[in-house]
């Protein structure tokens, strides 16, 4: 699954309306008759009584107070599934069907434990049977546990190990709009009509939404289904098509082949309208791309890039993709970025649709490198799968490093994918991971919120950094090696952190590496503790000698904390003069020491640089002097120092004055060579880097003089890259892009009006858009930043008419720019409309509102105040609530803000749902912004005073 760049107790009442139960049938008067006359004649009272208890709501009780895990038993475990279902879609939005699970019996037992919830079970048409004779087992009890979305079945007589029994179950439940279980979304087409489909979202933990069943990954099992739908739709699963049935009533029911040995989560359904496009991959294979009719144009990339990579895995990995087709679905409503379903694969329309007479670079960037990311997730997530959420990084943060393989084999030339991989997966995973919230990344999982909180930037952008980090010590033969080795011995099984270091050993022994310490021992230290180190290089200790420590950056509200954890640390260097990788030395920092001392790389006084090609996932500090020789290397003769060690060069200086321990002066001076830069990677990291900053001062005397600080570094490169520049590289392009966004943003009026001018002629004639895709977002904003209600009503208006999800994007981030609140109110509150704004598209409106320029405590007030409906739509779901806690406090740093987020947190700690990790990340970031402020803001006064600024 890929990010999308994260539950209120209910009343009773409603609990039971979450998972109805038909009640079983009373016992007839003729039987209770007899049944006292029984008890008289023959004193079975005992029995009898027990009987009827378990019926009862305190015998239910009882039996479920046996069982208070989180996880299921194991006693009974699945092997096939029989699911058959019937989709209804408008006007009723139902579902009906029947599920039955072939099961082994492990151990004696009277309950069967599996999940259900949000769905009606008919106990009266339950079944329990012994696979073999076929003899029935007599149910007489049920509970459903609401907490722990059991269903528990109890048994007149114990199933018996080594047996296997056959449960079947009936179920309903309605088709809703939640975007997880079997959920409903819509398009509209060309000619103004909505159509309506059914699409099933399973991952993490929502198959249980559907249907009952055993919904946890160790428990695979195959699977067979057919499903039942109007004449007018095809259905999709898994595997493909055996079957087509016309029924009598016109209805057609679809019947799929049987899937291999996967996961319950992995199980899917796609019931629509869509068209499709189709091409081959090894052995005549088909591989098709589904999407709405008016939309089959844009699916060529994606289908031409997915079976290249679908090609190239087969090989890398050595072992050829085990089903009989691929399909990839763009679902118009989708809440993650796109899901690995084992032979259909879901995505967002943006992240697999691509107009090739209009797209921007980062945009084809993205639809690539999620495709490669779900292909690499058939083997690593499908094939082999994590043996319980803990151990989660072995789909995703396998899948988030690996996809960089597929991608520079899709497109070699393209991108600079080192330079991509830098600033998408490693830069956010060193943020993510520097306050005292930041968790691990194999770390305890046991609640259902659990499950859903674990999917976050730890585990997908740190999880491939560490990765990176490894093949890059024990060299890319290895890393491939032990890969193929893991996947050989758990394929179609499960496994854990502990085995697939064992796989890399075996591949490290095999390939005689020196110099390379116990792989566990060194990779438990960046798995199973949080954080990471930052090493300071001292070059002033005298007789050529370098002094090296490492310490846990660690940034807390709380000056004195500090933690004894260390890493075992590949510890790289290089010096004045360094071309390539190959131009290092690299040392072990063992976890059990905080220092070393050791020769320098080369005689003499020149600058020593850490982490060169930032292979390793710490950041470097140095002394005074090297970093001094550095930033004047920037001045004069930069290209010395590689593009992405610029980048790290920013980066480190301005995280590092976050502790301070540099002062905010070096921070800046890394920056003073940027009118120089021709690379994005490190224009780009500035200038995230400085909107931070921007956001601290922004409400301070200090602000004014800031602003002419950037826009005297900035305004070189906007003339050189200005609206006029075309035929640019996609490196520049991304260039320009940040300039122009940027110097527009602070007020450039040249800038400024040339944005105006591209607005005001596109407003004059709406049908003919000649603004250039990769500008929309900038001159939109600028637009209506600096005009009235006229302009942004325009873009409300082009929001609502426009079928284009990528440029629904663009719109929402200029409507967002206005610095009239009451407009800024009114695209939060008409945007709830899902009618209008889709409930993931919805995300982009009030964050784009939180970080704009005058929207931040305004989208504040709109969560708080609407908080309930943020908590339904999003509290159960994955990224998209941790997104908008993020945004809404993104900028307070007053001690007023910090008490009130605390009250909230405390009053809502009941309602936190899948962002309860990410309350408690934003209360650590406001008080980072507070330490922020303490720290630097004089230091910032004066060096602008310094440089005479202001």
Not at 48 to 56: K, P, T
Request: aromatic residues 12%; charged residues 20%.
């Amino acid at each position: 699954m890929e990010m999308e760049t994260m539950q209120v107790d209910r009343e009773e009442d409603e609990e039971n309306d979450d998972l109805r139960v038909v009640e079983p049938k009373k016992f007839p008067a003729s039987r209770v008759v007899i049944i006292i006359g029984l008890i008289i004649a023959a004193g079975l009272i005992i029995v009898l009584a027990i009987n009827v208890a378990i019926w009862s709501s305190s015998g239910v009780e009882e039996l479920g107070s046996s069982w208070q895990e989180s996880r299921l038993p194991g006693d009974v475990l699945p092997y096939h599934y029989d699911v058959s279902i019937k989709v209804s879609l408008d006007p009723e939005f139902l579902s009906e069907g029947s599920v039955k699970i072939f099961t082994t019996c492990n151990q004696t037992t009277t309950h069967i434990i599996l999940h259900s919830k949000h769905h009606t079970v008919n106990t009266d048409a339950t079944r329990i049977t012994d696979t073999d004779d076929g003899s029935s087992v007599k149910v007489v009890g049920y509970e459903f546990r609401t907490d722990l979305d059991y269903l528990i079945v109890t048994l007149a007589t114990a199933l018996q190990p080594g047996y296997n029994y056959t449960l079947y179950f009936e179920f309903s439940g309605e088709i809703d709009d939640s975007l997880i279980g079997l959920y409903k979304s819509s398009y509209i087409d060309s000619t103004g009509v909505r159509h309506w489909l059914a699409v099933t979202q399973f991952s993490p933990a929502e198959a249980r939404r559907m249907m009952p069943g055993f919904d946890e990954p160790a428990m695979k099992a195959t699977f067979r289904a057919d499903v039942t739908h109007s004449a007018n739709l095809t259905a999709l699963s898994n595997m493909p098509v055996v079957g087509n049935t016309t029924l009598p009533d016109g209805w057609i029911k679809t019947q799929f082949d049987t899937t291999v040995k996967m996961s319950l989560y992995l199980l899917t359904f796609v019931i629509s309208d869509f068209n499709y496009t189709e091409t081959y991959f090894s052995d005549d294979r088909p591989f098709r791309v589904w999407c709405p009719p008016d939309s089959v144009d844009q699916t060529q990339y994606s289908l031409e890039k997915g079976a290249e990579i679908i090609n190239y895995f087969e090989s890398y990995f050595n072992i050829k993709y085990p089903l009989p087709k691929m399909d990839m679905v763009a679902v118009p409503d989708f809440g993650a970025g796109a899901m690995e379903n084992w032979g259909l694969m879901l995505f967002r329309e943006t992240r697999l649709l691509l107009d090739l007479n209009s797209y921007t670079d980062a945009e084809k960037e993205n639809v690539v490198a999620i495709v490669s990311h779900e292909l690499v997730h058939q083997w690593f997530g499908n094939l082999v799968t994590a043996d319980w959420w803990s151990d989660i990084w072995i789909n995703e943060g396998f899948a988030s490093y690996l996809e960089y393989k597929g991608t520079q084999h899709a497109e070699p030339t393209g991108f600079d994918w080192e330079s991509v991989f830098i600033r998408a997966d490693m830069d956010r995973a060193l943020t993510a991971d520097y306050m005292p919230s930041s968790p691990s990344i194999v770390r305890t999982v046991d609640t259902y919120n659990q499950i859903n909180e674990i999917f976050s930037t730890i585990i997908y952008r740190k999880g491939s950094s560490v990765l990176r980090m490894m093949e890059h010590f024990i060299g890319e033969e290895t890393m491939r090696k032990g890969l193929q080795y893991f996947l050989e011995e758990f394929q179609y099984s499960v496994a854990n952190t502990d085995q697939f270091w064992a796989s890399m050993q075996t591949a490290v022994d095999e390939n005689n590496l020196e110099n390379i310490p116990d792989i566990k021992t060194i990779m438990d230290t960046w798995t199973r503790q949080a954080g990471y180190p930052y090493i300071t290089i001292d070059t002033q200790i005298g007789d050529n000698q370098l002094h090296i420590t490492q310490k846990h950056f660690l940034l807390s509200a709380d000056e004195d904390e500090t933690d004894e954890r260390f890493w075992y640390v590949p510890v790289t260097l290089s010096s004045a003069g360094y071309t390539s990788p190959d131009d290092t030395t690299l040392i072990w920092l063992p976890n059990t020491e905080s220092e070393t001392t050791l020769s320098k790389p080369v005689d003499g006084e020149g600058w020593i640089i850490g982490n060169p090609y930032l292979h390793n996932f710490y950041i470097v500090n140095y002394d005074d002097s090297n970093w001094q020789k550095l930033i004047e290397t920037l001045k004069t003769t930069w290209t010395e120092i590689p593009t992405v060690n610029r980048a790290g060069l920013i980066r480190n200086a301005f995280d590092i004055a976050k502790l301070g321990e540099v002062n905010i002066g070096i921070a800046f001076n890394t920056t003073s060579y940027l009118p120089m830069e021709e690379s994005s990677l490190p224009i780009r990291t500035a200038l995230s880097q400085l909107l931070y900053v921007s956001h601290m001062l922004r409400t301070t005397a200090a602000y004014t003089s800031f602003r002419e600080y950037l826009l005297a570094m900035l305004t070189p490169l906007y003339n050189k890259y200005d609206w006029t520049v075309d035929a640019l590289t996609s490196d520049e392009q991304y260039i320009q892009n940040a300039i122009l966004a940027r110097v527009c943003g602070l007020g450039l009026q040249e800038c400024v009006d040339a944005a105006v001018v591209l607005f005001t002629a596109w407003q004059a004639d709406p049908d003919d858009n000649q603004i250039k895709v990769e500008w929309r977002s900038t001159v939109y904003c600028t637009a209506v930043g600096n005009g009235g209600v006229e302009e942004w009503e325009f873009l409300w208006d082009q929001y609502q008419s426009s079928t284009d999800a990528h440029h629904k994007i663009s719109l929402s981030a200029g409507m967002a720019c206005s610095r009239i609140p009451w407009l800024l109110y009114r695209m939060l509150n008409d945007g709830l409309d899902t009618m209008i704004v889709k409930e993931q598209d919805y995300v982009t409106f009030i964050t784009g509102v939180a970080y704009s320029e005058v929207g931040a405590d305004l989208a504040w007030t709109f969560f708080k105040d609407n908080y309930d409906i943020f908590y339904e739509r999003y509290g159960d779901g994955l990224f998209n609530f941790e997104k908008i806690v993020t945004a809404v406090t993104y900028t307070f740093k007053t001690d007023y803000q910090l008490a009130e987020l605390e009250s909230f947190v405390e009053t809502h700690s009941d309602q936190l749902g899948s962002a309860a990790s990410a309350f408690d990340a934003a209360i650590s970031w406001v008080k980072l912004n507070q330490r922020w402020v303490s720290y630097n803001y004089n230091d910032v006064m004066e060096w602008m005073e310094h440089y005479g600024l202001g």
